[in-house]
T-cell receptor, first 110, second 115 residues
């Protein structure tokens, strides 16, 4: 399973755009990149998934360069409620379990 | 998105007793479910892969006789912590993948406290 590396923590202010980058140098051809959000004492919540280029949904965008060795989760105009841990995972989801890295603890200040 | 329901959300038990945690896929069938464990301020650790109609596959270091997994139907997997001890106190989370796009969804978790 591809190993991921993310910053341990990030700080931001309300209304700012936050970009969290994840490195996954040994990503396999069949692997997708998936980002999850987790609040304390809750299960991870699916945010976005992509394979290449750019994916956008109602809450975030995911940018994946051509070599797919990294990806960036972009959260537009964060609010206090976006304070959480964000995990980047790589794998062929559904077929095998995903391995969680340390995640990025995002703190949004007023 | 797809819903994975997990019960109970919180359980307190005495040392030596057994506790069962249920994980259900509410609007899809899941031939495979995964069980994770999470200690405070730490990441999720995969415990086992639950396969419908067959034995679970446990990760290295996870005692299969202590953490019994049963996946009796395409929508239900259970994790039973047998003879629980205080060191088993943790946050247990299940997950399942949908059939079509194979996105992995997680239950809300179960906080187990063993006294």
């Amino acid at each position: 399973l591809a190993k991921t590396t993310q910053p341990i923590s990030m700080d931001s202010y309300e209304g700012q755009e936050v970009n969290i980058t994840c490195s996954h140098n040994n990503i396999a051809t069949n692997d997708y990149i998936t980002w999850y959000q987790q609040f304390p004492s809750q299960g991870p919540r699916f945010i976005i998934q992509g394979y290449k280029t750019k994916v956008t949904n109602e809450v975030a965008s995911l940018f994946i360069p051509a070599d797919r060795k990294s990806s960036t989760l972009s959260l537009p105009r964060v609010s206090l409620s976006d304070t959480a841990v964000y995990y980047c995972l790589v794998g062929d989801t559904g077929r095998r379990a995903l391995t969680f890295g340390s995640g990025t603890r995002l703190q949004v200040q007023p | 998105g797809a819903v994975v329901s997990q019960h109970p959300s919180r359980v307190i038990c005495k040392s030596g007793t057994s506790v069962k945690i249920e994980c259900r896929s509410l609007d899809f069938q899941a031939t495979t479910m995964f069980w994770y464990r999470q200690f405070p301020k730490q990441s999720l650790m995969l415990m086992a892969t639950s396969n419908e109609g067959s034995k679970a596959t446990y990760e290295q270091g996870v005692e299969k006789d202590k953490f019994l997994i049963n996946h009796a139907s395409l929508t239900l997997s259970t994790l039973t912590v047998t003879s629980a001890h205080p060191e088993d106190s943790s946050f247990y989370i299940c997950s399942a993948a949908t059939g079509e796009d194979e996105k992995l969804f997680f239950g809300s978790g179960t906080q187990l406290s063993v006294l």
